[in-house]
């Protein structure tokens, strides 16, 4: 059974940083892509940033690049996001999510097969 488990989340003031993990276990399985995706209160769950495992390519929603940077830590099975300059409308649930799917575009949610529990991050004005 293949886990994944967000941590790094909390509550911080605009301008700040937060550094989200996500760790993986369970069976052996080769991730073709992983992301992160967020959803606040009353909205849609939209993707956040998703990395390309074999070759490294990431993709960012507009609104957090030049902020929040994706990265894998391949012998720790671990998958990072380490977000700067917060603002409010940051403040979201935000999951960790990973596909093992041979094809097809990693950007939707709808691509992803495993999913985190989500960890709360909260930004104030």
């Known amino acids: 059974q293949v886990q994944l488990v967000e941590s790094g989340g909390g509550s911080v003031q605009a301008g700040g940083s937060l550094r989200l993990s996500c760790a993986t276990s369970g069976y052996s399985v080769s991730y073709r892509c992983m992301g992160w995706f967020r959803q606040a209160p009353g909205k849609e769950r939209e993707r956040v940033a998703i990395?390309?495992?074999?070759?490294?390519?990431?993709s960012y929603a507009d609104s957090v690049k030049g902020r929040f940077t994706i990265s894998q830590d391949n012998a720790k099975n671990t998958l990072y996001l380490q977000m700067n300059s917060l603002k409010p409308e940051d403040t979201a649930m935000y999951y960790c999510a990973s596909t093992s799917t041979a094809y097809g575009s990693c950007l939707p949610a709808r691509a992803y097969q495993y999913w985190g529990q989500g960890t709360q991050v909260t930004v104030s004005s």
């Open positions: 990395i390309y495992i074999g070759s490294g390519t990431t």
